[in-house]
């Protein structure tokens, strides 16, 4: 019940603020709103996923983004700062926060799992292009972040003898993911203003838990 009252209350605001700002570009009328309201198409979704799923890089990013633009709109950044000079330097605050409580994380999680780095590999890149291929012969999972960039990354030769659960932060990227043809893949996670595509129609004794979140880029899951 609390999820269709979120998911309710988030369709309506965010078609009242669409629509009003439509019929004004148009001319149709002239309805004023407060100053920087557009900002909360950004920040209304961010909260109702952060509500939903909890903070992650994409959402955080997002809500983030969306007050620099109201700040913005009410000068209080300075004359000579605009929204975009700040993102890459917001990106990478937040990556090093991300980075930070995961090198936590991470260490209990090699070592619950008795893995090493090729088995559950971690992949951060910012306005670049990237390929890797994979062959390890018991992958674990993996962690990936992108901004601005080209992320492919291949398993398919790679050996999947357990569930296993991978992450994928993405802002303003594409990601392409090859995974072997033996395992069904699962996808769950925050599309916002992006786009999660799932190619995979293979089954196996293991699945691929893909848990993401897609700011203004796209996701590509093959085998």
Not at 143 to 149: D, H, K, P, R
Not at 172 to 180: F, G, K
């Amino acid at each position: 019940m609390k999820n269709k009252f979120w998911s309710s209350f988030v369709g309506c605001i965010l078609i009242l603020l669409g629509v009003t700002w439509l019929g004004n570009v148009a001319g149709w009328w002239d309805f004023g709103l407060f100053t920087g309201w557009w900002s909360f198409i950004l920040i209304v979704p961010a909260l109702y996923w952060i509500s939903q799923r909890g903070p992650n890089f994409g959402n955080v990013f997002l809500l983030m983004l969306g007050v620099l633009c109201l700040g913005e709109a009410y000068h209080l950044l300075g004359k000579h700062v605009s929204v975009w000079s700040l993102i890459l330097p917001l990106f990478v605050i937040l990556l090093g926060l991300d980075t930070l409580v995961k090198s936590f994380t991470r260490g209990r999680k090699l070592k619950n799992l008795h893995a090493t780095n090729q088995e559950y590999p971690s992949y951060h890149v910012i306005f670049t292009s990237k390929t890797d291929v994979n062959k390890t012969q018991d992958l674990k999972g993996a962690e990936m972040t992108a901004l601005g960039s080209k992320l492919i990354v291949d398993f398919r030769e790679a050996q999947i003898t357990q569930n296993i659960q991978i992450e994928i932060d993405d802002v303003c990227s594409t990601i392409l993911l090859y995974l072997p043809s033996n395992v069904s893949v699962n996808i769950d996670g925050d599309n916002i203003f992006g786009g999660v595509t799932n190619h995979c129609t293979s089954t196996g004794a293991y699945s691929v838990s893909i848990r993401c979140s897609c700011v203004f880029g796209s996701i590509h899951v093959y085998n």
